[in-house]
């Protein structure tokens, strides 16, 4: 996933776009993890995690970003979508060694309070999300990123974010849904947007598949 957007309060709103190859199998979400039950999320196919998911019953959400910095090694290399997963199911991340893991960002929120987790190769960091409206991005919290500095003040002004996911692809920097051609002919893209909501009386979570609006889904 590419791009969060954090509204703290209650309700508490986390909103994922997730880009990646359109051949890159996928499933929507649902409970689909024995080792994880009552957990909600969409479904990597090809690494069995998830870029976001939410436990209704616990009230807490978990959402993972590609980061920057020093890849894990190939040969001991490890998806990092099981570490949403964990988060998620526990209310922490988890215990392993990250080295294994490439670069990433891992939001965690329930109504305690939004933390990230930036593993950058090297070094963990964590910090609390300020209250309001936030952009989490590849860069993690960047406010000089174009996509935050055209899509953040949208965000925290708009009293409907589904408006915000309605206009078309694009390949401009500052895109908020992208679509980009490889030059070996493959397309990434903004392939689905899901939202979760979190209250003390209930938990829900929305999903939009937008492979329609780009072109095929695996």
């Given at each position: 996933?590419?791009?969060?957007?954090?509204?703290?309060?209650?309700?508490?709103?986390?909103?994922?776009?997730?880009?990646?190859?359109?051949?890159?199998?996928?499933?929507?979400?649902?409970?689909?993890?024995?080792?994880?039950?009552?957990?909600?999320?969409?479904?990597?196919?090809?690494?069995?995690?998830?870029?976001?998911?939410?436990?209704?019953?616990?009230?807490?959400?978990?959402?993972?970003?590609?980061?920057?910095?020093?890849?894990?090694?190939?040969?001991?290399?490890?998806?990092?979508?099981?570490?949403?997963?964990?988060?998620?199911?526990?209310?922490?991340?988890?215990?392993?060694?990250?080295?294994?893991?490439?670069p990433f960002?891992?939001?965690?929120?329930?109504?305690?309070?939004?933390?990230?987790?930036?593993?950058?190769?090297?070094?963990?960091?964590?910090?609390?999300?300020?209250?309001?409206?936030?952009?989490?991005?590849n860069t993690?919290?960047?406010?000089?990123?174009?996509?935050?500095?055209?899509?953040?003040?949208?965000?925290?002004?708009?009293?409907?974010?589904?408006?915000?996911?309605?206009?078309?692809?694009?390949?401009?920097?500052?895109?908020?849904?992208?679509?980009?051609?490889?030059?070996?002919?493959?397309?990434?893209?903004?392939?689905?947007?899901?939202?979760?909501?979190?209250?003390?009386?209930?938990?829900?979570?929305?999903?939009t598949d937008?492979?329609?609006?780009?072109?095929?889904?695996?």
């Amino acid at each position: 996933m590419c791009t969060l957007i954090v509204r703290t309060g209650e309700p508490l709103t986390l909103m994922g776009v997730r880009d990646e190859l359109t051949d890159r199998p996928w499933e929507a979400p649902g409970e689909h993890w024995p080792d994880h039950p009552g957990v909600i999320g969409g479904r990597d196919l090809k690494g069995g995690g998830t870029w976001m998911a939410v436990s209704p019953t616990a009230r807490r959400a978990a959402a993972l970003l590609n980061g920057r910095g020093r890849e894990a090694p190939e040969t001991t290399r490890i998806s990092r979508g099981d570490l949403a997963l964990h988060a998620v199911s526990t209310g922490a991340v988890p215990d392993v060694d990250l080295t294994r893991y490439d670069p990433f960002h891992l939001v965690l929120a329930d109504l305690a309070g939004v933390r990230l987790f930036s593993w950058d190769g090297d070094r963990l960091t964590d910090s609390a999300l300020p209250e309001g409206t936030s952009m989490v991005v590849n860069t993690g919290l960047d406010p000089d990123a174009e996509r935050v500095r055209a899509y953040l003040p949208r965000f925290a002004s708009a009293a409907d974010w589904g408006e915000l996911i309605t206009g078309a692809h694009s390949a401009r920097p500052d895109a908020l849904l992208i679509r980009h051609t490889l030059p070996d002919g493959r397309v990434f893209a903004s392939l689905s947007v899901m939202r979760v909501t979190l209250a003390h009386d209930d938990a829900a979570y929305e999903f939009t598949d937008l492979t329609a609006r780009i072109g095929s889904k695996a």
